[in-house]
């Protein structure tokens, strides 16, 4: 008599779960987070260019630096809420510890969280930026009569080399202390939002 194989041996034990139809796209999502973004830019940008439109070399490098460490910091959330384990925030939300039931919510809806993080304010840090930086190239090529082009080609460089350079160390930071940040993240948020 031959022996069943491993298919046959198994295959009735397997039980056919109905498959549930998925939203393959999220239009309420896509709509929400295009306005968000269309609003965080103009918001952004009417700080940015404010502040630089009259300013000098010191205070536009400090805008750049900012927008670059924004879109850092942002980046690294979005990993660690991707990455953390939700049984440690369901551990210390049963603790009543604060942060970790906002911790718990970002991870059980990290499609969306990390999305937001890493794309919306991300992208918009890095775009800010770059307009930044052709501010900062105009005040230096006015102020110390170089080629205009001369000076963008070097900014721009720079703030590229500090964007890619820094996300690629907070990618790694993010992976390795995902449980930290997200909790540190969540506890700053918590003072400004009263989830239910």
Request: proline share 1%; with cysteine.
């Amino acid at each position: 008599m031959k022996k069943k194989g491993y298919k046959e041996k198994y295959s009735k034990k397997v039980s056919k779960k109905p498959i549930k139809n998925k939203k393959l796209v999220d239009w309420i999502w896509i709509g929400t987070v295009t306005t968000l973004a269309f609003l965080i830019s103009m918001l952004f940008t009417f700080f940015s260019e404010g502040i630089t439109e009259h300013a000098n070399s010191i205070v536009a490098t400090i805008i750049i630096l900012i927008f670059i460490g924004l879109g850092i910091i942002f980046d690294m959330v979005g990993i660690s809420i991707t990455v953390a384990d939700i049984k440690t925030f369901n551990s210390m939300a049963t603790k009543q510890v604060k942060g970790a039931n906002l911790a718990v919510k970002l991870i059980q809806n990290s499609e969306k969280a990390s999305s937001f993080c890493n794309d919306v304010i991300g992208d918009i840090c890095g775009i800010i930026s770059g307009s930044a930086g052709v501010a900062l190239a105009s005040i230096l090529s006015t102020t110390y009569d170089i080629s205009m082009f001369n000076v963008t080609l070097i900014i721009t460089g720079v703030i590229a080399a500090l964007t890619i350079g820094g996300k690629a160390i907070g990618k790694a930071t993010a992976i390795n202390k995902s449980t930290v940040i997200l909790f540190e993240f969540s506890k700053i948020i918590s003072c400004f939002y009263k989830g239910k």
